[in-house]
Structure formats: C-alpha cells, structure tokens
C-alpha cells in the first residue's frame, strides 16, 4: 500500500497533482497514441490515488481519474454512445492478490459456490466496439470515456478480419461485441524498420501503431496497415441469451468473428494460476503483445450477482505480468566494433529492474534509429527487454528532456583503432573497414571459437583477451600457430599443463571442422551458418569459393546479391587474402566432406517440422542427430518455443523438457526419435 499522508490539505494537493498526470496521461495514450509513461508508472500512480481516497473519503469525485475510464473522446471522429458503458478491468500484479480476488467472487456468490473461469489473454491493443444490428455491422467505436466513443466503423471495415456480416442463419437484433485490435509484431517490427530507414519517427510499440493506424482519417491509409482483431466479450444484447461466456465466445466464432485460440476454461483459482504461468512463459511465442490474463467467471448468472463497481466489473480480473518496460537515464552513447567491423551504438543506462533483471546496457542498433526515435543523452528513455531479446532503448520521454540535451551523431573515427568509419552507401550500419582493428579482432576470435563456428573448447573471451593481451595472438591464423609456443603458454599465470594440453586438443579438433564451419569462423558480413552450407554444397572447396565473382555465387540457389557481395569483397581484400593463405597453410579444412544426403533419404521428409534435440542420445551424437533431422528437411532449434514441434529428449534433458511440457509442446524419446527419421511421423501413441 502507497504512503499516504493523514492530513487532508496535503492528501488533497497530492491528489490534485496526480489526478492531473494521470488525466494528462490517458489522453496521451487514447487521443495522441502517445503515451508519456509506462503501463506500471500509471498502474503505481492510479493505485497511489485509490490510496489516497481510502483513506480520505471526499476526494472521491465523479471526475476523479479512479472513476473514469479512457479518455475524453476526440472530437476528429464523430461520437458514438456505446449500447452498454465500456468499463475498465481492476488489475492484480501476484498469486495473493489473485487468490484474494477468487476468495471474494466465492464470498459474494455463497460459500457453496465453484465459480468455473475463463483465462484469456490480455492483448496490448487498442479496445473496439462492434456493434452488429440484423447480422450487419453498424458501428465499430473506440472506447473514448467509456460511455462516447469515436465512430471508426470505416476504418475498422478495412480490417480483414471483422466480417460485415454475421456468418449465422438467424442474427439477432442487436449484438454489441467488445474486443481488441492489434498490431501483429512481426508485422510492427518491419514496419518501424521501414519508417526508420526513410528517416520517420518509429513507433514506441505495436500497440501505439495499432491506435494511429485505426484513427486514420482515410480508411483507405487503415487498409494498408496489417491490423487484427480478437474479441473477447459481449455488451448489449438483443434476440440473443447465453448461459456462459465459453459459450458466447464459441457463438462469435461460428458466426465469423476472430476469437483468441489461447483462451482456457479451467475449476479453480489453482488451475488458473497454472494458466498465468505458461502465459508467462510462452509471453513472447504468440505472434501479438500481450501483458497480462484476463481471468473471467464464466457462468453469466453469476455475473449478474457479482455486478460491478463503478469502474469495473467484479467478475473479471486482470493479473499483469511484470512490465517489460521501463523508464530510466540514458547516461551516454557509446559504440562497439563487432567482428565484421560493424559499429553499433549503444546505450549506457542508470541501472534499471526489467522484467527480472538488472539492465545497464541497450542497443541503440545504429545511427539512423537513434535520429528516427529522437534519442538523445539525458533523456529519460523506455528500455525493453523481451525475452532473450537483447534489451533496446524504445525512445524518449520527451515530456523529461533536459534544455541541453543535444541530438547524437556518430563519431567520424574507430574508438578502438582511430580508422575512419564509413556508412556503405544504401546502407543503415557504420563499418569500421581496418581488418586488425583491436576490437574486430578479439571479437572475430570470440567468434571463430564459437558454437556455430570451430567450437574450439578453452578458448573462451577471457583466454582471448589474455592471448591477444601476451601477444601470442595476432591475427586468426595465430590460433593454429599456439602449440608451437606451448612454453609461453605454460608460463602463463595459474595456467597448468591440464589447462594449455586441453586448450591445444580443442584448438585442434577446431582446425579440423568441416568447410562450412571453417566459413562461418572468417566472419563474413551476413554470412551464418544456413547460408554457408548453400555455399558449400555448391563449390564444395575453399578454393573454388575464393575465386567465385559475385555473378557464380549470385547464381547459387538461396544466395542473393547482399550476401555474394559480402563474400567476394571479403576474399579479395588483400589482408583476408593473406589471412586465408596462412589459415591454408595451418591445415585448416578446405574441401567439403560428403555433405549431401545419403541416397535413400527423402531431404523433404520433415519439411516443415522445427525440433529440438536436448540431453544425452544413446546412440547418436547430438550434432549428428541434427545432421540426420536437417538431411530430411527439418528446421533444428536451441530453443523451445511454441513454434517447436517437437523436442527429443535423451538422459538429463534439463529445462527444455520442462518448457515443451508447459507449452504443450510433444516430447519424445530415442525410439520415437528413430521412427520419426525412418516414417516421417512419431509413433502412434499407446
Ligand atoms: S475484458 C469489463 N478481455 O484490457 C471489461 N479485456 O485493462 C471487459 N483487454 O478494457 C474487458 N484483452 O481493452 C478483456 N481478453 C481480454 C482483454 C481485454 C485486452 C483490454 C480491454 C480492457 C482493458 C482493461
């Protein structure tokens, strides 16, 4: 509970003073699509003004914020009254605030009731009004306060996915259905990389394009937008009566109107807490923002006996899930040189929790992006962190910028090496162009040593910066030269003969990585794993791919222009040229082995299939499990997601296991696994 001060003059003014933010605010979010703070800074703020008048009765007003939903409509759009008041949903942000919640609906329903729920997602959009009269749509309306709303029916009838008409024989006479429009993700994603690359200003996040895409004037500017719609519940209604929400939900979907496929009806507050968890978990794997659950009674006789207060309704909650963004101070602007000599700037930030972890540095992607959203250092910014995604500055918050905040621009200079960097023409990124540029290097060498690349056990970016730091490591073929400097090594601090024996084992098993391997270690720019394999399946030497011109590698299935651009410049600068003579020389691999697939395998098998092969196999090699599900056209991931459509699990499959068995993902074994190479398909069950 907030703090809240027991003298009424000073409740009063600190009333005054939020209820302000929080008017200014909504009108923000709803009018301009143009949030000033973040869902949790208003959520913390509202809860600190319902505090307030707990404690002091007068400051509840009609006009206070804590009565209010929405926002004022915008007089832009003609107003529209709602059949039934739009209300708001009260919020729980834990597992007792939830359970507390349930406890009430039980209390007030008779000890005896088993209230059933429905759990939905809370979808991050902007809420709709559809109204259908005699199966036809006759005004679509944003919420506005609550009561008036602001008539977009034109605009929302360009959305694909709200029928004109009711799919159903017999409509009734009026039907008010509520839902939410949203901006699928990939969809916004590539969006704002549009508009950034023409020089716009980027939306903060999906849900503010979802807003301004729906509130233009020109339907004809609303189509071109990838807007989507779920609906999730009912208003007003006439000729028409159901028992349960399940039901309505189920009616809306025979009759053409898009509902969630993610919405579970379960018993009791312990299989809905279930529900929260895995929508936790899989947060980031639905194709739309989501923030939270909505959980609902379903029986709709019991609704009416829980009724409603003035804002919400008691049937219904919405359990949050922590923000996965944040305010804080962007301190400075600084620029890292990758391995391919990319230069990307980043953000040095206040510390700041998001979402469970502390965040002190985010991406700032390059140049172009910080002009497009207006970054400047000082600023307040929004920081998010979705999932295993690297955490990104949003934008400003304009309404905190000092006076003096300057906008940024790149340095002319490499901080690392004092080159100049250049930006390609046609292109976003800033390349620093030295190949021995000290930072490109310990990062290539990070590199070479990796996973995907020689996966050189021992050489990990601490052993990197050591080597590079004692000289022994000057460039990448340096790497193959250390077991002649075996006693160097040796005289290393706290290094032993266990450390430098098993550093030169990993060192030579890496020099012994097949071809495309040994392609994706030079740190070619846009040249990863899937590409290099398309390279060497067609020029399955070194040396052929060396002495390609772009328009052969152009000609490559897969290949396009970018990419054999990258890989020619690459070989024909004179430096990468020598690099390739010494790593030649070093006994580095240079022709393909058998790659192409055993004669009697169908490569399309398992198109369309994404696995993952977690634990140990009995059997196989996990690498060569891989190989075997890649040989028949299956995609092979690291991660469960709920695009996975399957995991196999051998002994100590530890976490991934857990997660496929929480999104409902199959599981299987090493015999399952056989089968599934060998039929296309897994065991039938039993
Ligand atoms: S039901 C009486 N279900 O969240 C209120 N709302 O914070 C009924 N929202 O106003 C709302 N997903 O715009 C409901 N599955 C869902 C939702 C959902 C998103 C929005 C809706 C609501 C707001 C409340």
Not at 347 to 358: H, I, Q, R, S, Y
Not at 645 to 669: I, M, N, W, Y
């Amino acid at each position: 509970m907030p703090d809240v001060p027991s003298d009424l003059r000073e409740a009063r003014r600190r009333h005054d003073e939020l209820a302000r933010t929080l008017r200014d605010a909504r009108y923000r979010y709803y009018v301009l699509s143009s949030p000033p703070m973040t869902d949790a800074e208003f959520d913390a703020r509202l809860r600190e003004l319902e505090a307030l008048e707990a404690a002091h009765p007068p400051l509840v007003t009609p006009s206070s914020p804590t009565q209010q939903v929405g926002a004022p409509p915008d007089t832009a759009f003609p107003p529209v009254t709602h059949p039934q008041p739009m209300l708001s949903l009260d919020n729980v942000f834990s597992r007792e605030a939830l359970v507390a919640w349930a406890e009430r609906v039980v209390r007030s329903l008779g000890s005896e009731a088993t209230p059933r729920f429905v759990c939905e997602l809370k979808i991050d959009g902007v809420a709709i009004d559809l109204v259908y009269r005699d199966g036809v749509l006759a005004t679509g309306a944003t919420r506005g306060n609550g009561v008036v709303g602001e008539d977009v029916t034109a605009q929302i009838l360009t959305v694909d996915d709200v029928p004109f008409r009711l799919a159903v024989d017999d409509p009734p006479a009026l039907l008010e259905v509520r839902g939410e429009v949203y901006y699928p993700l990939a969809a916004f994603e590539a969006m704002n990389a549009e508009r950034i690359e023409r020089g716009e200003a980027a939306f903060m996040n999906p849900r503010n394009a979802a807003s301004g895409a729906l509130r233009q004037k020109d339907p004809e500017v609303t189509r071109q937008r990838p807007l989507a719609v779920w609906c999730h519940g009912l208003g007003a209604l006439a000729g028409i009566a159901f028992e349960r929400h399940g039901d309505a939900l189920a009616w809306l979907r025979d009759a053409g109107l898009p509902t969630a496929p993610e919405t579970r009806v379960v018993d009791d507050v312990d299989a809905v807490w279930e529900v929260v968890g895995r929508a936790t978990a899989a947060r980031h794997d639905v194709p739309y923002e989501i923030d939270g659950v909505v959980v609902k009674v379903d029986d709709l006789a019991q609704r009416e006996q829980l009724g409603f207060t003035a804002r919400a309704p008691r049937w219904a909650i919405a359990y949050k899930m922590p923000p996965v963004e944040q305010e804080t101070v962007l301190r400075a602007i600084e620029v890292n040189v990758g391995r391919t000599g990319k230069a990307t700037p980043y953000a040095v930030l206040e510390p700041v929790l998001v979402a469970g972890t502390t965040i002190t540095y985010a991406t700032l992607h390059n140049e172009l992006q910080i002009h497009a959203k207006d970054v400047r250092v000082g600023d307040t910014v929004m920081v998010r962190r979705a999932g295993d995604v690297i955490p990104e500055v949003v934008g400003p918050v304009l309404a905190e910028r000092p006076a003096d905040a300057q906008p940024w621009s790149m340095p002319a200079d490499c901080p690392f090496c004092g080159q100049p960097l250049v930006r390609p023409e046609g292109e976003a990124h800033h390349l620093c162009e030295n190949v021995d540029c000290p930072n490109r290097l310990l990062e290539s060498l990070g590199h070479l040593a990796s996973r995907g690349a020689l996966d050189i056990e021992g050489l990990g970016a601490q052993t990197v910066e050591l080597l590079v730091r004692e000289g022994l490591v000057r460039d990448l073929a340096d790497v193959f030269r250390l077991h002649e400097h075996r006693d160097e090594l040796l005289a290393l601090d706290k290094w032993g003969e266990k450390r430098v024996d098993n550093l030169l084992a990993g060192i030579e098993a890496g020099r012994q990585r097949p071809l495309d391997r040994v392609l994706v270690a030079l740190n070619i720019r846009h040249l990863g794993p899937t590409y290099a394999k398309l390279l060497v399946r067609a020029l399955p030497s070194l040396q052929a791919i060396r002495e390609a011109s772009p328009d052969q590698l152009e000609a490559i299935e897969g290949i396009g222009p970018v990419i054999a651009q990258a890989v020619h410049s690459w070989f024909t600068t004179p430096r990468n040229a020598e690099l390739i003579d010494d790593l030649v020389a070093l006994g580095i691999t240079t022709e393909a082995a058998g790659t192409a697939a055993p004669a009697n395998v169908d490569p399309e098998l398992l198109a369309g299939w994404t696995v993952v092969v977690t634990g140990t196999l009995e059997g196989v090699t996990r690498d060569e499990a891989k190989a075997a599900l890649e040989a028949r056209g299956a995609k092979v991931t690291g991660s469960v997601s709920g695009r996975t459509s399957l995991v196999v699990a051998g002994t100590d499959p530890g976490s991934k296991r857990d997660k496929a068995e929480q999104l409902g993902v199959p599981v299987t074994g090493e015999a399952g696994f056989e089968h599934l190479l060998a039929h296309g398909e897994l065991p039938a069950a039993g």
